[in-house]
């Protein structure tokens, strides 16, 4: 095809922080699950095969967020097969509890060299290139859905407030929407912690994207005027229903990962399922 007139190229919006220049690139999995197995769905073996599909990818990527559930009781003996599953990745993997792990086991496992906290809290900062990683605990140790409490939203808040320059990912396991799928949204992130957690990041503008899991779909809203993402699972996915009263169904989608990807000033996501 000819081009016909002067080519006009996009003004990106630039984050301050951020040149036209960087380019950084964040993958996500969430939801691995090992350990269970509903019908024929075998958990390591997607996790496997998602991580053929990382470790395979050119450029790679910078860095890998696991934004929890990573497995299905916490017993130890899971995360050692985690370890063993996410081990052919090259770079930096970070690493965010979600409602089936145990916050000892997990760090014990893949955060024994971070400084987290406070107190018992699975919360620590990261770097991927000029881009700042902000990881947050939303676990109800015991219970499904999940919470921000005044200790843990406090330590995103002093984060936040000592940078507001550096173009920054928070992290969560419970992502800060409502699905419109009745029973998912019963184990969700509590009310008062997404009202709280949106107060927060409305005075943060340089918080480019809210990332989690738990909801085994992709979905996209908004909290606090920052955009929220959910990623799909490396395990089954949550049935797509909207009904009133509707019961939680499975299903054996494929596994899938999402990258986040900083260019031309932006942060742009991209969801990629398995063939
Ligand atoms: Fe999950
Ligand atoms: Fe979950």
Known sequence: MHRTGPRIRAVPVVSPALSTDDRILLAQISDLHIGAGVGNADPARRTERVVAALSGLDPAPDAVIVT???TQLGEPGEYGRVRELLAPLEMPVHALPGNHDVRAALHDALLADVATGPGEFLQYE??????????????????????????????????????????TIVA?????????????????????????????LDRAPNVLRVIAGHVHRPMYSTCGGRTVFSCPSADVAIRLDLRHGAELGVLDEPPAYALHLVTDGTLVTHVQPLP
């Open 126 to 167: 990261a770097r991927v290139g000029r881009l700042r990683l902000l990881v947050c605990d939303t676990i109800i140790p015991g219970e499904d859905g999940g919470r921000l409490c005044a200790e843990r939203l406090g330590w995103l808040e002093a984060a936040l407030a000592a940078d507001r320059e550096t173009a």
């Open 68 to 70: 929890g559930d990573l």
């Open 172 to 200: 969560m396991h419970h992502p800060p929407l409502t699905t419109g799928i009745e029973a998912m949204d019963e184990i969700g992130l509590e009310p008062v912690s997404r009202a709280q957690l949106a107060a927060v």
